[in-house]
């Protein structure tokens, strides 16, 4: 992948795409740079964190039944009120809170799109300085138009997102999002405070020899993640050595690591967790949309995981993402298991 050093910021990309589509309102690109915004704001108080009264737990906990960040309620509160008083957005959903939030006014009843955030992936690691992120996907409504957006807008199976990504607050500051028109990756400049595309039409690896899970949860898996794991560390096609594991314990950080050198991440159902752990709406669907549009797949370990229709705001789900041929490994693996 050729790194780009052209100085464009997210803004100039943005303008710059509108113009091969001279039919189009900009809304979408005004929700863009909106969230990148949001972004930057989030951003000075993770470099910050350890200075001020913003690391620890908030004393509550969500409606996941996890204990609540400080600076997750921080991420939380910035991207609402960016998107809140902007004119691109009616409304969002976040892991965060227990329903919808409703941005019932006049301008914001006319927007066409609604968003869905995990402010602060992997927030259990904010005490400890290592990367977390921001993950959002972006759907159009459903609803009517000029009426206050529904729940039913949240609700869509991933495949109706028009545009998806992640922020990584981590040695610098990375903003990559998907349309259906490629993914493209934003470094922030602090000389400038501008998010600059760095890493442009990004493309997942067709394999790789990473691969990352929580092995400690290992006799908690199905057999066909068991023999799958197992086939990682003993030999693997490529090179006819044991593929590597790099887990973070942030989804950010992971997936973002994969899709730039080529890997696979997994996020399995256990005997605890039948149903998966990870959020559908707000973690799952944004990456698998992401890596699906940069040449890869994603799936549950039966479905395509955009092709799932969400019955709940805040349902869970197994994920497996990465790159083609070492998920089509893994596929092998499950199916002759079952």
């Given amino acids: 992948m050729n790194v780009n050093r052209r100085v464009l910021t997210l803004d100039e990309f943005t303008i710059q795409q509108l113009r091969d589509f001279p039919n189009a309102t900009g809304e979408l690109s005004n929700l863009l740079r909106d969230i990148g915004l949001a972004a930057k704001r989030v951003n000075v108080e993770v470099n910050k964190a350890g200075l001020v009264d913003i690391l620890g737990d908030a004393g509550n906990m969500n409606v996941q039944g996890e204990d609540v960040k400080k600076l997750d309620v921080f991420a939380n509160n910035q991207f609402m009120g960016v998107?809140?008083?902007?004119?691109?957005?009616?409304?969002?959903?976040?892991?965060?809170?227990?329903?919808?939030?409703?941005?019932?006014?006049?301008?914001?009843?006319?927007?066409?799109?609604?968003?869905?955030?995990?402010?602060?992936d992997g927030s259990g690691n904010i005490d400890v300085n290592v990367s977390i992120g921001t993950i959002f996907g972006v759907y159009r409504r459903v609803s009517e138009k000029g009426r206050p957006c529904t729940k039913a807008d949240f609700l869509q199976a991933g495949i109706k997102q028009v545009a998806a990504g992640y922020i990584i607050y981590g040695s610098s500051t990375m903003m990559v999002y998907a349309t259906r028109r490629g993914v493209n990756g934003f470094t922030l400049d602090p000389s400038i405070g501008e998010f600059t595309l760095s890493h442009p039409n990004i493309k997942c690896p067709l394999s790789g020899n990473i691969y990352s899970v929580n092995h400690g949860n290992f006799f908690q898996f199905g057999d066909g993640v068991k023999k799958y794991i197992d086939q990682c560390q003993k030999k693997n096609k490529s090179n006819g050595g044991p593929y590597s594991q790099r887990y973070i314990g942030s989804m950010v950080s992971d997936v973002h690591r994969n899709l730039i050198k080529g890997g696979i991440f997994m996020y399995p159902a256990t005997t605890d967790k039948q149903n998966g752990k990870l959020r559908l709406q707000y973690e799952c669907n944004p990456f698998a949309f992401l890596i699906e549009v940069a040449g890869g797949k994603a799936t549950d370990g039966k479905l395509r995981i955009l092709d799932i229709v969400p019955e709940t705001l805040h349902q869970r789900s197994a994920f497996f993402g990465g790159s083609q041929h070492m998920m089509e490994e893994l596929e092998d693996c499950m199916k002759n298991s079952n």
């Fill in 83 to 120: 998107l809140r008083h902007g004119i691109s957005c009616a409304g969002i959903g976040s892991e965060e809170l227990d329903d919808i939030a409703v941005f019932d006014d006049e301008i914001s009843n006319q927007s066409k799109y609604v968003c869905l955030f995990d402010p602060l």
